[in-house]
């Protein structure tokens, strides 16, 4: 089994926000990638199709949009994308690990839903002109980033004018009792649950990193600073979930 440090004088992964760290995420979502869909349906009730349904709804999209999906994973939100679109619409569906893409294209494939581009690129390095975009959204893929400040800024980079972001990330209930019962299900039950179905590095990585995440403030300043306007945030599901929008001026 891998461990989540390499040697013990360093800090752990989720703290960590460099080459190895995203070495470590993209080599563990290789390893999850079959079991991924499975995980998140058991560990979250079901409520990330929820979830998803909210941020392509709250984008209120033109029909013949043009939006691209980042950290898009096994393409749960990029087909959903997809199927609010129609074919007039297109969805770039982007991850930098391809065995969690090909999952995405084939379910695209299965649901016929031609409209979609499966792109393998780096969320950080995005291979786009200026002003592409009608929106960009990213769900469950911010907290992984090594620089969330170059993030919003490349995402801003690639927005037409007027576009969209949303972003929907896990994240630690504001307010007792909730945050106590949270941490409860994330630090003792869930790395259990994902041992026993998956990969067990994988499902420790994916508490700590939710503890380690920046709060909601701090993400609406990044976006702020790279130069969003109407940037507002709302948590759903008593705060186990966070979504942050804005617009490109
Ligand atoms: C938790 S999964 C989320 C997948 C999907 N968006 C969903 O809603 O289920 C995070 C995804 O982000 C991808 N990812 C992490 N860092 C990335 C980066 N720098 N560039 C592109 N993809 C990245 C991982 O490969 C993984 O597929």
């Given amino acids: 089994m891998k461990t989540c440090t390499n040697r013990q004088t ?15 995420v993209r080599e563990m979502f290789s390893r999850v990638a079959p079991r991924y869909d499975l995980l998140n349906s058991v560990l979250s009730f079901q409520l990330h199709h929820f979830w998803r349904r909210y941020v392509v709804r709250t984008l209120r999209l033109a029909p013949g949009s043009r939006v691209l999906d980042l950290c898009t994973g096994t393409g749960d939100l990029a087909i959903e994308l997809a199927r609010y679109l129609g074919p007039a619409g297109e969805v770039v569906a982007l991850d930098f690990c391809e065995p969690m893409l090909q999952r995405g294209r084939e379910k695209a494939r299965r649901l016929g839903l031609n409209h979609t581009v499966w792109l393998q690129a780096d969320a950080l390095m995005l291979p786009f002109a200026d ?22 800024r ?31 299900y994330a630090l003792h039950i869930l790395p259990r649950i994902g041992q026993r179905l998956s990969d067990a590095d994988a499902y420790l990585y994916l508490p700590m990193s939710i503890q380690h995440y920046e709060d909601r403030a701090t993400i609406a300043e990044y976006m702020c600073e790279a130069g969003f306007v109407n940037v507002c945030y709302r948590d759903l599901t008593l705060g186990v979930v966070c979504v942050h929008t804005g617009v490109k001026p």
């Fill in 10 to 24: 360093e800090p752990p992964i989720w703290v960590r926000q460099d080459a190895t760290r995203r070495r470590y």
């Fill in 131 to 152: 002003a592409q975009f009608d929106a960009v959204t990213m769900a469950f893929g911010l907290r992984n980033l090594i620089d969330k400040p170059a993030a919003f």
């Fill in 154 to 184: 490349a995402i801003h980079r690639v927005l037409k004018p007027g576009g969209k972001v949303a972003i929907l990330e896990l994240t630690r209930p504001q307010r007792a009792p909730m945050r106590w019962l949270y941490d409860l």
